[in-house]
């Protein structure tokens, strides 16, 4: 990794020359998350319009190669804490953060998800945070309920995206078709095999227009529907657009003004649910 590739949060993917791990420095998260890559082929099984992974193509992970993935976490890990790495840090960032499953596609995607899940509990120090950062879309698969079961025992924490909570605005945000039912009831599986799951959203305008009053109530109204039957996520994660789309959509997204994800935030924090916002 090149000195100037190292800015203050660094999210490209091979800035360690790795296939799988990758550091992503964050002076406002105050440290390096160690982040996996599961899709190294920039592929996922949706199409957001905000997002970041250049040539995104549709398609799920290729086969892990799980003896590289864990000659690469249980390098970084050592350089991370005996090697050279956290010299080019900011002092203030000189600590690890977590561990993120998230990349250039969806993590669940991959066949090994199980064992990738396996093979971090296995180098993960004790009391580092382990995050799944997931569209949520893959929850029936066996694989991907016992990972999370898993993590769960690791005290891991999942990140379920909702971005818009009507069939139409995720065929529109998210190019996927997915009933409200199904989305529902991944949700639910998500929760029941990892009580630590956030819901993480992000609010953004298109072609100049905020999400409309209809969006903000189909978005209270599941919640209501989900606490109706007896289901909690821990809270909600509202982002605006933090960085550039990479999707051909770019300019036709814009950042709301913090007051606005603030004034969403509230109605869904009068439900009961925690809210962290990042404008
Ligand atoms: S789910 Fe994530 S990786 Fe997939 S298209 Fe959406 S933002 Fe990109």
């Not at 903000?216 to 919640?223: H, T």
Request: net charge negative; charged share 25%.
């Amino acid at each position: 990794m090149s000195e100037d590739r190292l800015s203050v949060t660094d999210h490209s993917r091979d800035s360690a020359g790795l296939r799988y791990v990758y550091p992503v420095v964050s002076r406002r998260a105050g440290g390096v998350s160690i982040g996996i890559n599961l899709n190294p082929n920039n592929a996922c099984n949706w199409r957001c319009i905000y997002c970041q992974v250049p040539e995104l193509i549709r398609g799920t992970a290729p086969p892990v190669d799980l003896a590289l993935l864990e000659k690469e976490l249980d390098g970084f890990l050592h350089e991370l804490q005996h090697g050279d790495f956290m010299r080019r840090v900011p002092p203030e960032a000189r600590r690890i953060n977590d561990i993120a499953l998230s990349g250039n596609g969806e993590p669940t995607s991959a066949q090994e998800f199980a064992e990738v899940i396996e093979l971090i509990a296995r180098y993960k120090p004790a009391g580092l945070k382990l995050v799944l950062i997931t569209n949520g879309s893959l929850m029936q698969r066996d694989s991907v309920q016992q990972g999370l079961r898993r993590m769960a025992q690791l005290d891991g924490e999942v990140w379920f995206k909702l971005d818009r909570a009507s069939e139409a605005g995720m065929a529109l945000v998210n190019d996927t078709r997915l009933t409200m039912d199904r989305v529902s009831q991944n949700l639910t599986t998500a929760i029941s095999c990892c009580p630590n799951t956030w819901l993480q959203t992000c609010w953004f305008a298109l072609d100049g227009a905020a999400p409309g009053a209809q969006d903000e109530d189909d978005y209270v109204d599941f919640l209501k529907g989900l606490l109706r039957g007896g289901i909690r996520p821990q809270g909600v994660l509202l982002y605006g657009l933090a960085r550039p789309s990479m999707q051909p959509e770019a300019a036709r997204l814009s950042a709301l003004p913090a007051e606005w994800l603030e004034a969403f935030g509230a109605r869904i924090r009068a439900l009961g649910i925690e809210v962290r916002v990042s404008a």
